[in-house]
Structure formats: C-alpha cells, structure tokens
C-alpha cells in the first residue's frame, strides 16, 4: 500500500512490534488458576498489578490502550469471588447496548469454561431497553449473580424500581464501569449523579475501565467521588503497525479515499473508516457506491439493534469489506479482524477519538495500518504543518483534556430530585455546596421541604419527579419514520407510545431516533435527510410530550439542505477574569437566542422544487415558502421562525477599542497601492455597495458577486482585473463594514483548533461575534463569545478558557501559514457557519492578533 500510495503519502512511520511481559497472580480459588491453563491465557503485569490492588481493597482504575486485556480483571476477579461469597453480585455498567450484547457473548463463553471445572455456573443476564417486560420479569425472579447494564437502565430500572432490586443493591460486591472516558460532556455530567445515587444506596468496591486518560485522578473523583489506584502502564504485546498520513493538494481528499478504498477491496483487506458526521458517512456511501465500490456500507449507533448486529455478522464473515462509520465503532465491539483503520481527516473531537479508533487494527496478532488522510480544513492542516506533533500524540499516546462537570446547575437539579426522591427523606451532609445552592432553589421553588429530626436536617420531595434521559440535557426524541404519522398519536399515553414505537420496529419503517440538535440541523419540514444512502424528505412532525414523529417521503434525489441561523448572546454571570495582551478574557454563564427561519438548497434543486410544489398542492409544507434564485442555482425555504433559547456556560474576548482603527487602516493601505484609475473605481463601488443589502440577496454567494461587480465596473473602464487589483478594491469595500470581518475570522478558527486542547467536538461549540456589543457593561465593546452548545454547558467553557492564550497564539500563526487571499477551509472558513462563511476577513484578523501579539499598529 504504501508503495501504491507513494505520492500521497506525506508522513509514514512504522511502530515495531512490541512484546508481552507476565507476571502470576495467585487467586483465592485454584480452580481460577484452573481455567488460565485450561484457556491457556497467561496474565500481564499490568493485569496483576490491577489484581493486587483489587484484592487489597481498593478502588481501581485500569487505563491502559485497546485491546490490552482490561476486561479479564474484572471477569476473572468476579469467578474468584463467587466461589468464595455465593451471596454476592455483580453489576456491569457498558456505555452502549452494542458494546453490552458484545461483552455479554464474550463472558458467557468464559462462564462455560468454566463451568466444566466446577460443574456449577454464574447466571449472567443482560438488561438493556430492548430487554422485553417478560424478560425483566424474569430477571427479578431469577435475580443472576451478574447483570449488565447500561447507565440508561441504572436510572431508569434499577435506581427507579429499587426496592425490587434490593437483591442486587444489598449484596452488590463489584461495580464494573467500563469505558469510564465516555462519560464526559452532558452525558458525563448525567452519569456521574447517577453513580451518586447509586453509591448512596449501596457500597461495592469499583473497577473502572478506561482508554489512556490525561488525568485519571481527577477525572475518576469527579466521576465517583471517591479516590482510585490507577494502573496506566500496559505491558501486553502489539502488533507491528504503519501509521500513514495522506495529504494532496492535487486531488479531493473523496477521490483520494475511493482509490485507497478501491484497492483495500481489491486485495480483500478488511477496513473501518472512521468520519465525523452521520451527513458524511452517508455522502461518501453515495459518492463511492456511483464509483461503483461494492461490500462497503454504512455503520452507525443510531440504527436499531437488528440492523446494527446484521452488518456485524456480514462484516466478520466478509460479505462487507469496508465500514463507513461516525464514533460508533470507537469501543471495543467485536467486528472480527480488521486489518485497516483510516481516519476521514482529524477527528473534530481531536486525538483521543483518533487513537481509540486506530486501537481498532491489528487486534489479533496481525500487522495493521493506521491511516489518516487529512483534509483541506483547518485542524487538519495545523496538523500538516507540525505532523511529527502529530505522529509524537498517536505513537505515544498524549491525549486532550475530557471535559466533565457537575457543575450543570439543569442536570445536578433533575438528581437531586431523585436522589431524594429515592431514599424518601435524606441528610443534607450528603450534598457538597453547589447542590445545596441546588436545594435552596428547589426549596424556593416549592419542590423539597427541608425537615430537622432530632438535630439533624433532612430534605424530603413535595412533588413526583420524573426518570428522564441521561444523553441529552433535554428529553426530546426525533423518531424518523419512513412514511406517513397518524396525528392521533398526539392523544396517546405513555404506554400507547411506546407501543407505536415498537409497532414502527417491527414493520421496519423506524429509520433512525435522533437528538434535538438534529432536528434544528437537518429535520426541519421540507429538509432532505441521508441514512444508509436513502435520502428522506421531511413532511412533517408529530409531538407528544418529549417524542417527536417525524413522517417522510423517501425519494431518489441528491441534494445538501443548511439552515440559516442566527445567535444573540448574553452575559448573566461572569465566573473568572484574566488578561492576555491587552484581551480581557472571561468565563460566564450565558443566554443564548438561537433563531432559525430559513435554509438553503443545493444539488438538484429543480427536482426539489417539482417535488415541493405537487405536496403544497396535497396539502404539505403550507407554512414553507419557496424562493427560487436561478442565477446561483440554490432555492431558499422560509418558514416562520423557530427559536432555541437556553443557558449555558462559554468564554468571551474583550478587545481594546484600538482595534476599531484597523478598518481605516485597511482603507488606506490598500487604496494607496492602487493607481488613480483603479482609485476612482474603488471610491464608486464603496459608495455603491452595501454588503449587508446584499447578502439579503445572494447570502453565500454575496463575496462572489462583489467580486464579479469589481471586474466588470473595471472592464467597463479597460483596466485590468487582476486577482491581486480585485483583493485590494474588495478589501476597501470590505473597511466599510467596521472590523466585524476580523472578530468573526477569529472567531471561527478559535473553535476549530480547539481540539488540540480539550476532548471537545467542534460541534459542541458554538461562536457570536460583535464589532459593537449592545448590551451593557460591555456596550460598544468588540468582543468574541465561544460558547458550549450543550444546554447548561458540559465543562468545555473551563478548558477554554484555561488554554485560552495559547489558542489565540496558534490562531496567529496558522492565519500566517496559509498563502490563499480571502480566506479557505484550511484556515477561516467553516462547514458549521451560521452565515455561510460571509463577513469574514482574514487580513483583518490577521491585522487584529499582529497588533495585539506584536505590540504593532
């Protein structure tokens, strides 16, 4: 391959092969020592080292790479017990139901084993949502001595119905959570409260699993709330493995997967392809599929169960060659051998996902190749430029910050609630002082009462409290369904529900269930939305309380739709300060008003139009009207507007006012290197134009046709249209608009190179930015607002700032190490912005950052 690839390939290193060191470890029961020989399974030292200090009771946290044997600590340590406390449970915590169903098949075999030498098994049983009522029922009344979960049914099962699972609490000798580091962001806040929960019910020794963690401490006492041994250091044996980096300026990074894809198929070479979005995985299907590339599709957590275990299945037995898929395929599911992981650019959440997804290759002995073509985009080429940062980071292992926090006051108040709710009437001392400032508002607000019985103060719920989702900060979910909703189901109950639910399942029309920040990106009415290379128009939605039915066409059409937003931000609280260069830099809670009325249409927006225009006139999309611009060959829908209001927690640059003289300074820069003609075109057209009139107009084309206007105002005049004389007159025209250009520039590129820090998907982080902010104290201040998209913030807004300065030092240099004019992918430009990459300079943001970083101007 490498070889084959030669001219794409700008770094390659191969890792040697590595090998184990052992060690022994005498269990309490020689039939453990029994199975190791019968299985013919040798311990690591590392696994021995965990061992010890299991048995020495303590805590322990086992961060060590994929697949370096984590799981037989706790598998083994289990068998151990049970032959010595016959009493005792177990209860096994996975993050996702794929991975559980995995684990399960994998012990259920060494349970087996075992079982030939003692003649006597452990019941082991799986509770998951799929888990039928009859199951659950049978559960109860066997009460296995191992149950795994996910955190989902710890909340909403075991923790709800407690005292039906008094056999499992009461006796609970080990908790095993593995996969400890996807507990981060809200999903992490979420689970931690429920392990708070948990730990206030019962009191089992913790074995926590993990991938390499920057700072297992700190995060395992957050997570917790209790102090861990932690075994980092992995001495199992590695295969030989060849981290390749590709990069073309020559080719699109699409055509250049479809070749290195071609030829993996080629030679029968099984291979996971990793991509940020679901949009993509399912735009590279189509586009590779046209190409005519066969056993490849997609893979993705929000298929149904059935389907993802029946690409599973013809994955390990080679019917599929190639897997298409998002972070779904990061944990350790059994797929079978594979051979090549590569990476669809540098993931948006940074390293950590990179390394967990190249722990994919070569898990069984055999020589892989970790590949990753990077794109034309900004991370990407920080990474092109200081790739032997990034071989050290991947080789060694160094990984970013995870966000986690307990600190978001939405989720800490939905606990709270049911931590008291499930012990009836609880100390106060078992709060910390955030989730008693918590108690204070739940008192005021008429939720808890607090109650002193014989000295001591206790704290007892007024109302029901509900057992809502740990995924998201809000309950809602988007069910897409392929067809037609029955409105009735708005008059439905909660079991009525469910029941549609299940009835969707089985006529396989349930097509995937999806957050509500899909809804606002990608499932609006009239909206084109791609699972599994389908594309399904969005008729409409049907509500009932927190579940949202969304009916829609499928169709044969290819076209890309982008809402068209726009944030207003305000400071409600202002948690730390600090100053960098003459930038106030500040952490705070903030109000956001996300407001959305419009998308946009591109592809083959005639056969969008037909199709529209036949389902206005059967009655759909009445409040959607359609606006046709040929001469950019995009149709624009509006609709009346929908508003996302929420707090959460973010950063905010303060700039100094000097900065606002910069636009006056690009005025006269370049107007003094144009010649007298080529001035006086430059005066008309700076009085003619109004960008913001404009960009009403043309949005994402408004720079194109200010361009064009230039060359044609100086065609008209017989002068020359060089790029270089186009630049200079548009940056003149530019000045007009204030320094709004340079903030938003910054703005943009701050977010993207935020994954070199922190464990954060560009995604989450959302960015308003103000040439004159209107609200006091800071009126007529120049700033910049970063925030955390999650609602309540998920700990972002800590690392941010915390690495604030050395972001806004690299955001310099990478604006100076791109040689393009106005600004490309590979520096300001941004896939996620709100205004189609509009109002942005990146002369001004240079200009800005120089005089601040330089002392100039």
């Not at 429920?194 to 206030?200: A, D, E, M, N, P």
């Not at 014989?454 to 057992?467: I, P, R």
């Not at 005025?667 to 430059?682: G, H, M, P, R, T």
């Not at 250009?741 to 989450?764: C, Q, T």
């Amino acid at each position: 391959m490498i070889k084959e690839f030669k001219e794409y390939i700008i770094y390659s290193k191969e890792i040697p092969k590595r090998e184990g060191v052992f060690g022994e470890f005498n269990f309490k029961n020689k039939e453990v020592n029994a199975l190791l020989e019968k299985l013919n399974f040798k311990l690591y030292k590392h696994q021995v080292e965990a061992l010890k200090a299991l048995y020495e009771g303590r805590d322990i946290l086992l961060t060590t790479p994929t697949a370096s044997g984590k799981s037989e600590v706790f598998r083994l340590s289990i068998l151990d017990n049970f032959l010595s406390e016959r009493e005792d449970k177990y209860l096994l915590i996975f993050p996702t139901r794929a991975l559980i169903y995995n684990q399960y098949e994998k012990f259920k075999y060494i349970i087996e084993k075992f079982k030939e030498l003692i003649n006597e098994g452990l019941k082991i049983e799986v509770l998951t949502g799929d888990t039928s009522y009859s199951k659950r029922l049978k559960i109860l009344e066997e009460k296995p001595e191992i149950l795994i979960v996910t955190p989902d049914m710890l909340h909403f099962q075991i923790l709800r119905f407690r005292e039906r699972y008094r056999w499992l609490l009461d006796n609970l000798r080990y908790l095993v959570v593995d996969e400890i580091h996807e507990y981060n962001g809200v999903f992490g806040a979420n689970v931690s409260y429920v392990f708070k929960r948990l730990l206030s019910l019962t009191e089992p020794q913790i074995i926590a699993l993990s991938a390499t963690l920057k700072d297992p401490k700190s995060f395992t006492k957050t997570l917790f709330e209790r102090d861990f041994e932690v075994i980092s250091k992995a001495y199992n044996p590695s295969p030989k493995k060849y981290f390749l980096v590709f990069y073309s300026e020559n080719i699109d990074e699409k055509d250049l997967l479809g070749k290195i894809l071609s030829y993996l198929i080629s030679k029968n070479i099984k291979t996971l392809t990793f991509f940020d979005s679901r949009r993509k995985t399912e735009e590279i299907l189509k586009f590779l599929l046209s190409r005519g590339l066969k056993k490849i599709i997609t893979y993705r957590g929000t298929f149904t169960h059935e389907d993802r275990r029946e690409i599973e299945r013809k994955f390990k037995e080679g019917e599929y060659l190639v897997l298409l898929t998002t972070n779904a395929l990061e944990l350790g599911i059994d797929i079978g051998d594979v051979d090549t992981v590569i990476n669809y650019g540098i993931p948006s959440t940074g390293i950590f996902s990179l390394i967990q997804r190249f722990g994919r290759a070569g898990r069984r002995d055999r020589e892989a190749i970790n590949a990753i073509i990077l794109r034309k985009d900004g991370l990407d080429i920080y990474y092109k430029e200081n790739v032997e940062e990034l071989s050290e980071k991947v080789v060694k292992g160094i990984i970013e910050d995870l966000p986690i926090t307990k600190e978001n006051r939405l989720i800490a108040k939905k606990h709270i609630l049911l931590m008291i709710k499930e012990h009836g009437y609880i100390s106060i001392d078992k709060f910390n002082d955030f989730e008693k400032s918590i108690l204070k508002e739940l008192s005021i607000e008429g939720k808890v009462k607090l109650v002193r019985i014989k000295d001591k103060l206790y704290v007892t719920t007024l109302e029901d409290v509900k057992y809502n989702s740990l995924r998201n900060i809000r309950d809602d979910s988007y069910y897409l369904v392929n067809g037609f909703v029955d409105e009735k189901i708005k008059d439905y109950d909660e079991k009525e529900i469910l029941s549609y639910i299940d009835k969707l399942k089985e006529e396989k029309k349930l097509v995937e269930v999806l957050p509500i920040e899909e809804f606002y990106s990608s499932l609006l009415p009239g909206m084109v939305y791609y699972s599994r290379g389908e594309a399904y128009l969005i008729l409409d939605v049907v509500s009932n309380k927190h579940y949202h039915f969304l009916s829609s066409l499928k169709l044969n059409i290819n076209v890309k739709c982008s809402p068209l937003s726009e944030e207003e931000v305000s400071i409600l609280k202002v948690n730390d300060e600090k100053e960098f260069k003459g930038i106030k830099i500040c952490r705070g809670r903030l109000k956001i008003v996300n407001t959305i009325s419009k998308f946009i249409v591109d592809g083959e927006v005639e056969k969008y139009l037909n199709l529209i225009e036949k389902l206005k006139n059967s009655n759909y999309f009445k409040d959607l009207e359609v606006e046709y611009l040929k001469r950019l060959g995009k149709v624009v829908v509006s609709f009346p507007k929908r508003e996302h209001i929420f707090e959460t927690e973010g950063i905010y640059l303060i700039f100094p006012n000097s900065i606002k003289q910069i636009p006056k300074r690009e005025f006269d820069i370049f107007f003094s290197q144009l010649d007298d003609d080529y001035k006086e075109v430059a005066i008309e057209l700076y009085s003619e134009i109004n960008r913001r009139s404009l960009y009403n107009l043309f949005l994402g084309a408004t720079s194109h046709y200010i361009r064009n206007r230039i060359k044609k105002a100086l065609y008209s005049k017989r002068l020359k249209a060089s790029d270089e004389i186009v630049y200079k007159i548009f940056n003149i025209i530019e000045s007009k608009d204030g320094v709004i250009s340079g903030l938003h520039a910054i703005e943009h590129l701050f977010i993207k190179l935020s994954p070199i820090f922190a464990f954060v998907n560009s995604k989450e982080l959302g960015g308003r930015s103000y040439s004159s902010y209107p609200k006091a104290p800071y009126l007529g201040k120049s700033i910049i607002f970063i925030y955390d998209a999650n609602e309540g913030g998920s700990g972002l807004s800590e690392l941010l700032y915390k690495y604030s300065e050395t972001l806004i030092k690299k955001v310099y240099k990478h604006l100076n190490i791109c040689n393009c004019y106005y600004g490309c992918p590979k520096c300001i430009l941004s896939t996620k912005c709100g205004n189609f990459n509009e109002f942005l300079s990146k002369w001004q943001a240079i200009e800005i950052l120089k005089q601040l970083l330089e002392g100039e101007g």
